[in-house]
């Protein structure tokens, strides 16, 4: 397969050709996702409204203006985030369970969330949303973080999960803590685990799926984006690693990888349950992803 990439205005662009197909791949890497919405420190209200959805007018929808969004959440009243990610639409095809009931619940690497406070909707009993608290802990090739200002590094995440959780009245317990130092001695024991979009940004995926193991006793919902033409070699478990080459995206992986990785941390079954293409909101659904579900 042949790849050029590109980078229009921090938006990871791959032009690919393999046999008789060719196209286009969208995506934003963190980094540049915060470098593409670091000068925007407050939107005006018109902006708002536009995207995605019509907002009112007031103090809370200037805050929603002031933070720069990765989910998109609907906050009630007509107020929508204009996240750069919009998983509304695509939330049945995760395949979730309908209720979590009595569960306690591990959302890693919440950002804004979205999950965190879907988890809470149906019913979890306790929910830790857990994430860094800013790009300095994030896992950067040294070239890039060269490059970085303090001020970037130092940007604290959580403002929009601050908000969000404030407006929504929720019970989710937002928690400092990197997926590479997650235990049970730590947290304790989930029954249910989601982990979605972040293995592509580890230098140590293998690590953190050993983590995400030890801390499950029940069921990890643990999706990613995968890259269909590399299971194209015979079905070997093929990842191609990018690292220095991108921005914060260390590895594509085949969907034979990414299941044996799973398999690998110590999960007795793991199913490929749902695969399907998304992107960012308003650009194409380049992406393919994979949902795997694990049991313990």
Known sequence: MTTHQLDLLGLRTTVFASGNRAGLEFSMP?????????????????????SPEA?????LA??????????????????VTPGFYDHRGILPLYGLPERLDGM??????????????????????????????????????????ETMTEAELDRPFGEGFRLAHEVLGSAVKHTHCNVYDLSPERLGRFDFVHCGDLLLHL??????????RRVTRGTAMISDCIYPDLDRLDGLPIMQYDGAFSENI?????????????????FDHVAEKKRFRYGPRGEPASMWHAVYEAKA
């Open 250 to 266: 260390w590895w594509r992986f085949s969907a034979h990888a990414l299941s044996a990785m799973i398999r690998d941390a110590g």
């Open 30 to 50: 963190i980094v540049g996702a915060l470098r593409h919405y670091s000068g925007r420190t407050a939107a005006p209200a018109a902006a708002v409204a536009a």
């Open 55 to 59: 907002a009112p007018a007031g103090p």
């Open 62 to 79: 200037e805050a929603v203006a002031r933070i720069n969004w990765y989910h998109t959440l609907d906050l009630g009243e007509g107020l």
């Open 203 to 212: 230098r140590d995926p293998a690590r953190a799926l050993y983590n995400i």
């Open 104 to 145: 306690r619940v591990l959302d890693i690497a919440c950002f804004d969330g979205f999950w965190s406070f879907e988890f809470e909707r149906r019913g979890a009993a306790e929910v830790i949303a857990l994430d860094i608290r800013s790009a300095r802990e994030l896992d950067l090739p040294w070239r890039l973080r």
